[in-house]
């Protein structure tokens, strides 16, 4: 039963945010005084991940509503629609701006992008560098990993634990950005707990690449596996996936007779604190939706610019969420939806949920909320460099180095080489 109503509301939670008229498998929104039209494809991960994709879609409406525009929605079930999707809408030559979401379409935008030359496109993570009518919206998901990963060391070291954890999707370069950071950060908790309070702390690191951004059963699995061996915060990298992750904490929790944690799990993407209060202490959110706005913003007001967009924490691009952000995000939700996962949390009211998240971090000591947002001020400023690890040799650079300032190191010999 317990499934079934999450199933509803992922359902439901597909037209959160914006007060237009969504539409899936291909169909379109329709008024009668549009002033142009954009299109998204979706990876096979799909809406309802309550993360990549659904932020994307976030960003997609926001701007339809804003500057008047005709949204089309296409789902990929496999990785063999990519191509025919994107080929299928560019040529009409109808789009202001076709938008393809996640790195595994990249092949597809690249070859369609050449096929046609005056279509515009966008890519959410995919690297296509030297095409004019192409702007590739990228993240510095490493930086923003680095905060969790303080977060996640400095709980740990504050409750006399030595592991943390994090269950990931698919091997690919843009999990190696969240990872590496993830490492610096968990390495820069271990020295700021020692210089704080005198006591060395070494911090293992379990990790798991699920090979699924959609299977919630693998993260479940996943992170079942680590907290048998003792990960104390587990950051969810998977989307979709992460739902099992979860649920592996809540359960394990559970069966501690506890309702909050620790242990916690960490959300991604958006700001999914709200999913399970009590469970999730923090997400990190990648902010999909503002890429995707800016890349339509420049498409339909003239200013087009192909090539990168890198958005980091001083764009405002990631980032630790704040309850603030949890309350936007849920109250944007319809009333229907909201009213469902609250009867699902046992919960009375939107006030009594905001005050559970609120108790939630209260379980953490204010100094490690205060620490964290001190290496959000330095990695802003450039006083410390996060390493970038987009290859495999690059993420086992970071896996050896023993201390943050190692990293560091190999940040600045990437950077100008």
Request: hydrophobic share 40%; proline share 3%.
């Amino acid at each position: 039963m317990k499934n079934r109503i999450l199933t509803v509301f992922l359902i439901g939670v597909l037209v959160f945010s914006v007060a237009i008229s969504g539409c899936t498998g291909g169909e379109t929104t329709s008024t009668p005084e549009y002033a142009g039209k954009i299109a998204v494809v979706y990876d096979v991960g799909g809406r309802g991940d309550l993360s990549f994709n659904d932020m994307a879609y976030l960003g997609a409406s926001k701007a339809a509503t804003e500057f008047n525009l005709e949204l089309k929605e296409v789902q990929s079930n496999a990785e063999s629609d990519y191509l025919p999707n994107l080929r299928s809408l560019a040529q009409t030559g109808e789009y202001d701006i076709i938008i393809a979401v996640g790195f595994m379409m990249t092949d597809a935008v690249t070859q369609v992008a050449d096929e046609f030359p005056d279509q515009k496109f966008a890519i959410v993570d995919g690297f296509i560098p030297d095409k004019p009518n192409v702007v590739s919206i990228l993240f510095k998901e490493n930086e923003g990993s680095a905060l969790i990963g303080a977060l996640a060391g400095l709980i740990a070291a504050n409750d006399g634990k030595d592991k943390v954890g994090a269950v990931l999707g698919i091997e690919i370069p843009v999990l190696y950005k969240f990872e590496g950071g993830y490492r610096f950060g968990v390495a820069w908790a271990e020295d700021y707990y020692k210089q704080k309070t005198g006591k060395d702390v070494n911090i293992d690191i379990l990790y798991t690449y699920t090979g699924s951004f959609t299977d919630p059963a693998k993260g479940k699995t996943a992170a079942q596996a680590q907290l048998g061996q003792g990960a104390w915060v587990i950051y969810q990298i998977a989307g979709a996936v992460g739902l099992g992750v979860f649920d592996a904490v809540d359960e394990y929790l559970e069966s501690q007779g506890k309702e909050m944690g620790p242990p916690f799990a960490v959300g991604v993407d958006s700001a999914q604190d709200w999913i399970k209060p009590g469970v999730i202490i923090a997400s990190m959110m990648k902010r999909v939706d503002v890429g995707v706005y800016r890349a339509v913003e420049m498409a339909v007001k003239g200013n087009w610019q192909g090539g990168i967009m890198e958005l980091g924490l001083n764009e405002q691009g990631v980032g630790v969420s704040t309850i603030d952000a949890v309350k936007e995000m849920f109250n944007s939700l319809p009333e229907d939806t909201k009213q469902q996962k609250l009867e699902e949390l046992k919960l009375s009211s939107e006030e009594e949920l905001f005050a559970k998240l609120e108790e939630t971090r209260n379980q953490i000591p204010s100094w490690i909320w205060d620490a964290v947002t001190e290496l959000e001020e330095k990695i802003k400023s450039g006083e410390v460099k996060v390493p970038m690890a987009t290859t495999k040799d690059q993420i086992e650079a970071i896996r050896a180095a023993q201390t943050w300032q190692e990293m560091e190191e190999l940040a600045k010999q990437w950077e100008s080489s």
